[in-house]
């Protein structure tokens, strides 16, 4: 669905075998990506204190990228670099560029970020802005974006949004004095299943064009691990006179995205799942470079630009420092920004963002399809849809999924697998009712730990 399409791996009858799990690891020529991390241990999950990385040797098989990603060791390296030059220059920091530092002058940093994280987003740096939270900056984009008519108001979204952007989106709709249960149109899966079809998303919005004002869609829905086919929609939906952002929460550092060459009218996303930039970590947004523009023909003192909320740090930096009170903002995704963001924030986004330099999003992709598509093909050999205490509920096709699978376990077994596997030490997440999303990241998880995760998944089911 997005970029070039690799084949679903097939799989050899003896594939099952941990030998066979290792022979993959030996070919994979990403596997020196895991030791840039940091893997928690076994033993540190067990316990309540505060331990060091090395309390013990054995790692955990962590499967949890989609929540949290593991900690880079660069991490560690950019802070130290940081907190000598807040200590050692103080306020010089903003304008000092220093040789030893892997780090721009804090006064750049912000386009350090963007340049690395446009082209995990298929964007040009300008598009893209390091700045704030998901949420906060969905909501900044909706007060440029959600500008609603008496005739066309309405906001699509998928049935089982995030909660955080159901919520930011109902307020958008109350805070133009609409009703949201009329207003806020959710589309639901496909009869029988969790899954919504791209035809689907289409019908919608024919059905509701005339009275639409914008389309928000997840790049990758969340619970269910589905990959929209964020092209064809966005074009679909422009053609009918629909604006259209997606949030990329999932999808960023997960899956191929040509945000620019798609014509993505605007995007968000956090960078603390599969970005590993630290719980809580600043987020990105995306603004096409056709909403970005600054017109200057009626005078230096008077541009013409997109409205937005603004601020401060939005305005240009040569002229930022005159306290004239004249906003000349940046051109493209820049001149959403607001405040002097936090340089802490930014180290730790650097840091994961170096990783990403290293490689591309098109080599990721190839092995999360095989290292998805293995965990798969373990999870059903030898089962019946009459015998298997789970549902696989995310898309059997490789090109809508991206390094997820969830698993909808019959009733009941929830809590009991999810402490089971965490004894084990594998630490997946789990969403009621009953689904544990299983997320081998191909940046440090092997094939290995896919072969013992469904071994152990198999005592848990059982026990």
């Not at 991390?37 to 204190?49: D, G």
């Not at 947004?285 to 008077?302: C, I, M, P």
Request: hydrophobic fraction near 40%; charged fraction near 20%; glycine fraction near 6%.
């Amino acid at each position: 669905m997005t970029g070039a399409k690799t084949p679903k791996p097939i799989f050899p009858a003896e594939a099952a075998s941990k030998e066979y799990a290792a022979s993959l690891d030996a070919a994979d020529p990403l596997r020196e990506f895991r030791d840039k991390f940091i893997i928690p241990s076994k033993a540190n999950l067990a316990t309540k204190k505060l331990a060091k990385p090395g309390l013990s040797s054995e790692p955990s098989i962590y499967l949890c990228g989609n929540s949290l990603g593991i900690q880079p060791k660069a991490v560690a390296k950019y802070m130290e670099a940081q907190l000598d030059t807040w200590s050692s220059i103080g306020v010089c920091g903003h304008f000092t560029d220093l040789e030893d530092s892997p780090m721009k002058q804090w006064q750049l940093l912000s386009e350090q970020a963007a340049e690395s994280m446009s082209k995990i987003v298929g964007a040009a740096p300008a598009e893209v802005a390091a700045m704030g939270t998901l949420t906060g900056n969905l909501h900044l984009l909706l007060a440029s974006f959600y500008r609603p008519t008496a005739t066309k108001r309405k906001i699509l979204m998928d049935w089982k949004a995030f909660p955080s952007d159901h919520y930011a989106v109902e307020s958008h709709i109350a805070w133009h004095g609409l009703d949201s249960n009329e207003n806020m149109v959710l589309i639901g899966p496909d009869e029988g299943t969790y899954v919504i079809s791209t035809e689907k998303i289409l019908s919608y919005i024919d059905q509701h064009a005339d009275e639409a004002a914008l389309l928000l869609l997840p790049g990758i829905q969340y619970y269910t691990g589905q990959l929209f086919d964020i092209p064809q929609i966005t074009k679909y939906a422009q053609s009918h006179n629909l604006t259209v952002g997606w949030d990329l929460a999932h999808a960023y550092g997960n899956v191929e995205v040509k945000l620019h060459e798609w014509n993505v009218d605007f995007a968000a996303w956090c960078t603390y799942k599969y970005g590993n930039a630290g719980p809580g970590a600043m987020a990105g947004l995306f603004v096409h470079e056709k909403h970005g523009q600054v017109d200057y023909s009626a005078g230096e003192d008077s541009p013409k630009f997109r409205h937005r909320l603004t601020g401060w740090y939005g305005g240009d930096r040569s002229v930022r420092f005159k306290m004239d009170n004249k906003f000349k903002p940046i051109p493209g995704a820049g001149g959403f920004q607001l405040s002097n963001p936090s340089v802490i924030d930014l180290t730790t986004l650097c840091a994961a963002l170096s990783v990403f330099d290293q490689t591309s999003m098109a080599e990721l992709r190839q092995k999360s399809i095989k290292l998805t598509a293995y965990l798969e093909y373990l999870l059903l050999k030898d089962a019946t849809d009459e015998t298997r205490l789970f549902d696989i509920i995310t898309p059997a096709d490789a090109h809508a999924r991206g390094a997820q699978l969830s698993l909808l376990l019959k009733p009941g077994l929830l809590h009991k697998v999810s402490q089971r596997l965490q004894d084990a030490g594998i630490i997946c997440d789990k969403r009621e009712p009953g689904v544990v999303r299983v997320a081998p990241t191909p940046l440090y998880n092997t094939f290995s730990e896919v072969w013992k995760f469904v071994e152990e998944l198999k005592i848990a089911l059982a026990s």
